[in-house]
């Protein structure tokens, strides 16, 4: 069965830090883009950021630049999305995708990923 599962989510306070996984079963995320999006109570779901495990390029909405770092482990098959400095407006259902994509690039468009896992929360709240 193929699936991305995410973990990592809770409640922290302003200023703190969380680190998600994003872990692939059934299939390998080498030729794959990953991001990781999110979706906050009565807003759209939107990108945060996203990487090429074949390239290892990333980038990030300008929202989280600074504060959130991604990266990958392509032995683990999971990609994590460091948080830092949180903010109570990154209070969301985060998830992530993959997205084929052979020939590398870190561009993840909502409508184009191929997998998709079933979330975790983040709550930031003092």
């Known amino acids: 069965q193929l699936q991305l599962v995410e973990s990592g989510g809770g409640l922290v306070q302003p200023g703190g830090s969380l680190r998600l996984s994003c872990a692939a079963s059934?299939?390998?995320?080498?030729?794959?883009?990953v991001g990781w999006f999110r979706q906050a109570p009565g807003k759209e779901r939107e990108g945060v950021s996203c990487?090429?495990?074949?390239?290892?390029?990333?980038n990030y909405a300008d929202s989280v630049k600074g504060r959130f770092t991604i990266s990958r482990d392509n032995a683990k098959n999971t990609v994590f999305l460091q948080m830092n400095n949180l903010k109570p407006e990154d209070t969301a259902i985060y998830y992530c995708?993959?997205?084929?994509?052979?020939?590398?690039?870190?561009?993840?468009?909502?409508?184009?990923?191929?997998?998709w896992g079933k979330g975790t929360l983040v709550t930031v709240s003092s």
């Open positions: 990487t090429s495990m074949r390239d290892g390029s990333t």
């Open positions: 059934g299939f390998t995320l080498d030729n794959y883009a």
């Open positions: 995708a993959a997205d084929y994509r052979p020939l590398g690039g870190s561009r993840c468009v909502y409508g184009a990923m191929d997998y």
